[in-house]
């Protein structure tokens, strides 16, 4: 069956079957507006949209990991803040042909990772359009003080949460065709299987957002646009240079080999340079016992005078990430 | 000069030049999210998505009017749950080759109504794609319980703020090419400026929405969809009979009548079924004087036994409305 056929009202009460209500809801969809508890006074709020074709290929991708996908890196910036996901809104732009089975895998897989967050779904909106396109934004709280990007200071420790680099080597693995867009099964994709699913369906690590809040993280962001380019906005926000050790890189560079391999490309290129894991970078002070599953990473180092806050990588300045507008 | 010849953050540092902070923005645009104050302790939120050839047309509205109406439909969500908008966030999907003057011109006209309801537009996302879209999430406060569709009680009054059916008029001048879609001079449009204007970027009654909510309105919704679907949707969440009266219709009719003569269109059926003007449509207690704008259009009855909720003009069922994915 295809979107035509039915109409608006019939859709969303076949997605709200598939979405949490969540816990903090205190009206729920079907008025103008729902209301969300905020007992804490204040709420955070981010928003992302993702485009068929341009974050996402309907060829490489099964539905329900494109809506996974669309969840996933709203509750990472949530996280990425030490803050909970309390409600998510989604609106939808669907081509008239597009089948309904497949929307509500898509729409399961965004209702799922809501529910394993604890984030009610509590709006939305349809048109329709000539491209797929998803718009969420996600609302959350955070217990203390939310942890900033402009915190960062000399001494600190920079660690890491989740992977770094297996979006990006997923995303080649697929572009050159070395892996096909309908390759599911793990067996068959061996050593290739994690970067892959992470580039389909990233799973950041959302727990170790508010545990680096708990453990008084002086600055943290999510790596959406690449180690270096995320580090580099550290830098500048927090008017520090962040000291990257690619030798504390090895397990990254370690798991990307098998796709290094098949590529042809360095495998610490993708660590420093791939987005879209949506790892938690945080600057620690510096006696602070890392939470798990933070590693380290780097330090942060002061500015010299006259110099310019930047990323420096085994203390020679590194620089690159992606702009959504040009292409290569 | 087009979008991508820009990087995201200059455009993205343009856009900010044009936009309100807001008075309840903690933390604004530039982090991983923004932190919007609720001290009384809970949200309303709402979100809409337009599509260009969809929702506005790049040949009917000026960039100005496009980023005003999705202002306005969201602002009007937040003002008919009885609130006021303390935030917004903007995810716009921009052709590459736009001109990025426009785009400009468009975020100013989002700015200002933003700044006119005292709301920050507080984070947004940009993506490339081949169609204009424009995805807003607001977030609003109510000082008191916010006013649901579901409040509506027989002997109530029905009373709208704001005109009906101007949008669906003017849309029907533009489609049949009556006005010309560059055609802005109020002067040389005469008695269709209004429905044309109203299309092109409404302004819905805001301050009607609180207004109605301190004088005790049981029940309220925003005319997005037309009169008839709209008070279908109260009548349905509220288990009542709505019952319209054609004769207190007239001042829309009235002004509807240089359209409805060009057009040969019943002026009285855009009052009806029209969408998109944004008024508010409250259904009050009997004994109330109504709060400024507000005027009667009929009366909140019960459902006779073995009947259902309706909608009901000079005691005659009427039904009919929108449906985004189907085409007429």
Redesign the interface.
């Known amino acids: 069956m295809r979107?035509?056929e039915?109409?608006?009202t019939q859709?969303i009460e076949s997605f709200q079957r598939l979405l949490p209500s969540g816990g903090r809801t205190?009206?729920g969809p079907?008025?103008?507006?729902?209301?969300?508890?905020?007992?804490e006074?204040?709420?955070?709020?981010?928003?992302?949209?993702?485009?068929s074709?341009?974050?996402f290929r309907l060829d490489w991708s099964a539905p329900d990991e494109i809506g996974a996908r669309a969840a996933a890196q709203n509750l990472?910036?949530?996280a990425?803040?030490g803050?909970r996901t309390s409600?998510l809104?989604?609106?939808?732009?669907?081509p008239?042909d597009l089948d309904v089975d497949w929307l509500l895998a898509l729409v399961a897989g965004f209702g799922e990772r809501a529910r394993a967050a604890g984030a009610g779904v509590?709006?939305?909106?349809?048109?329709?359009?000539?491209?797929l396109?998803i718009?969420v934004?996600a609302?959350?709280w955070a217990s203390a003080a939310?942890v900033?990007?402009?915190g960062a200071r000399p001494g600190d420790t920079l660690a890491v949460a989740g992977t770094l680099g297996r979006s990006g080597a997923g995303l080649e693995l697929l572009g050159r065709g070395l892996v096909a867009g309908s390759e599911h099964d793990p067996t068959v994709l061996g050593g290739l299987s994690e970067a892959i699913q992470v580039y389909r369906a990233p799973v950041p690590p959302l727990e170790a957002g508010p545990a680096a809040a708990a453990h008084g993280a002086h600055a943290?962001?999510?790596v959406s646009d690449g180690l270096v380019i995320d580090a580099g906005r550290m830098a500048r926000?927090s008017a520090v240079v962040v000291e990257l050790d690619s030798s504390l890189l090895g397990p990254d560079v370690w798991a990307l080999e098998p796709a290094a391999r098949l590529c042809g490309h360095p495998a610490l290129d993708w660590a420093l340079f791939g987005g879209e894991d949506h790892a938690m970078l945080a600057a620690f002070p510096p006696a602070v016992v890392l939470p798990q599953p933070f590693r380290p990473i780097g330090v942060i180092g002061a500015v010299e005078p006259a110099a310019a806050p930047r990323v420096r990588l085994d203390g020679r300045e590194v620089s690159g990430g992606w702009?959504?507008?040009?292409r290569s």
């Open positions: 979107i035509r039915l109409d608006e859709l205190v009206v079907g008025d103008d507006c729902a209301m969300v508890a905020a007992p006074g204040a709420f955070l709020v981010t928003t992302d949209v993702l485009v074709g341009e974050h990472a910036d949530i990425a803040m803050g409600s809104v989604v609106s939808l732009v669907l008239r509590v709006g939305g909106d349809l048109a329709a359009g000539e491209q396109t718009a934004t609302h959350g939310p900033l990007r402009t943290m962001l999510d926000a702009d959504h507008f040009r």
